[in-house]
Every structure is written in structure tokens, then in C-alpha cells.
């Protein structure tokens, strides 16, 4: 487990229970949702402030070909690497045995 993971857990866990505790105090309305619309704005306000674009740098890799071989779907997704063969999505090898 990474501390990414193990990051997340420990925050969902820390909202549990500051929302249990707010609502012992207050009861069920309406001092327990305050926090989790809190957490909302702050989510919304660091993703506009401090996360970056990263569109250019996909688009770099994409015409350096630091990608590897996949085919694109239209869409932006990813359909199948060709180097994998036909049973790569199903979990075969696709190479003689």
C-alpha cells in the first residue's frame, strides 16, 4: 500500500470523525453538512489554484512518441497497445507459448 493510499484512507477517516463529533454536538441538522460542503469549496478552490494543466505535456509525449505504440480511441482513451496482440485485454500473452 503507497502512501498515497494510505493518505486518503487516514483523511476519510479524520472526516468520519469530525462529522460524528459536529453531529453529537449539534445533532443532524444542518452543522454536519456545513463541513462536508467546506471540504467541497476548499477541493474546488485547490484544483482551480494550485493544480496545473497538464493537456501540453500529453501532447508533447504524444508527438515525441515517448508513448510507446498505443492506438488512441477518437474520444481521448486508449483502445489497445499493438505491440500486446489480441488477447492482451483478456489476460493472455498473445506470443506463441
Sequence with gaps: ?????????GAVALAALATGYVAAAYGLR?????LGVAFAV???????????ETLGHARLEAKSGAAGSAQLHPAGGVLADVRSGPGSL???SGGPD
Design 42 to 52: 476548499a477541493g474546488l478552490g485547490l484544483s482551480l489554484l494550485a493544480v496545473r
Design 90 to 92: 483478456r489476460g493472455e
Design 1 to 9: 500500500m503507497g502512501l498515497n493510499e494510505f493518505a486518503g484512507y
Design 30 to 34: 444542518p452543522e454536519p453538512f456545513y
